[in-house]
């Protein structure tokens, strides 16, 4: 199993047992998202911008206008790191002390390249598709004016960890008889009934039936 090497940067210091490296939990956290925010220093001060993303093998794509300032910093190759966090559970516990999430989480690092041609096409694409699967194929394509006022920036990942907890409560010993309600409260992300536009007579696409039962 492929593994991203341990080192001072993406080991997991805060419960070490939690933390996983092979690729294959840390993409499968990815490719369940579709939101992730991204972190970077510019002019001495630190930033987190939110934002879609798309996957594609080790590569990570944003995109946004060409005026973004997020964006314009990051195509001169300096180094970012993307977080992507999805809450499974609230862990409610007898003490305040002890409530806790269950949590699927990847953190990564890498530096980003502006994406152009096949690759520009192909970066865009994955992002609407990790928002919604197929959904690339079921709306047009962007014109070549949109295409120049937007950038597509390919982040190659050098280096990520995963954190997951999923477990139950964690209470000391002796508040263990106290009379307070202590457990899990899942919480899931659900889709509702779609809402179709002004004019909008076409039936529902296979993307939004295949996440709403429609």
């Known amino acids: 199993m492929e593994s991203f090497e341990k ?5 997991v210091k805060r419960i070490p047992k939690r933390g996983q490296y092979d690729k294959e939990t840390i993409y499968g956290i990815l490719d369940k998202n579709f939101l992730c925010h991204v972190s970077f220093s510019m002019e ?3 930033f987190i911008i939110p934002t879609a993303y798309g996957r594609i093998e080790d590569t990570i794509y944003f995109h946004g206008a060409t005026t973004s300032r997020m964006l314009q910093h990051l195509e001169n190759g ?3 790191a993307v977080a992507v966090t999805k809450v499974d559970a609230l862990v409610l516990a007898r003490s305040a002390f002890h409530h806790s999430m269950n949590y699927h989480s ?3 690092f890498g530096k980003a390249t502006i994406a152009t041609g096949e ?4 970066g865009l694409k994955a992002i609407s598709n990790q928002i919604l699967k197929d959904r690339w194929e079921e709306c047009r394509s962007p014109s070549e004016k949109e295409l120049k006022a937007t950038t597509v920036l390919a982040l190659q990942i050098e280096s990520a960890s995963a954190k997951i907890r999923a477990e ?3 209470d000391d010993k002796e508040d263990m ?5 202590a457990g899990l409260l899942p919480i899931e992300t659900i889709y509702g009934k779609p809402q179709p536009d002004k004019g909008v007579e076409t039936e529902l696409p296979g993307s939004i039936k295949m996440v ?3």
């Open 168 to 170: 139950g409560v964690n």
């Open 106 to 108: 990847v953190v990564l």
């Open 119 to 122: 690759e520009k096409m192909e």
């Open 177 to 181: 008889t106290l009379p307070y309600w």
């Open 7 to 11: 080192t001072s940067r993406n080991t």
């Open 44 to 46: 001495g001060h630190p």
């Open 212 to 214: 709403t039962g429609c």
């Open 78 to 80: 300096l180094p970012a």
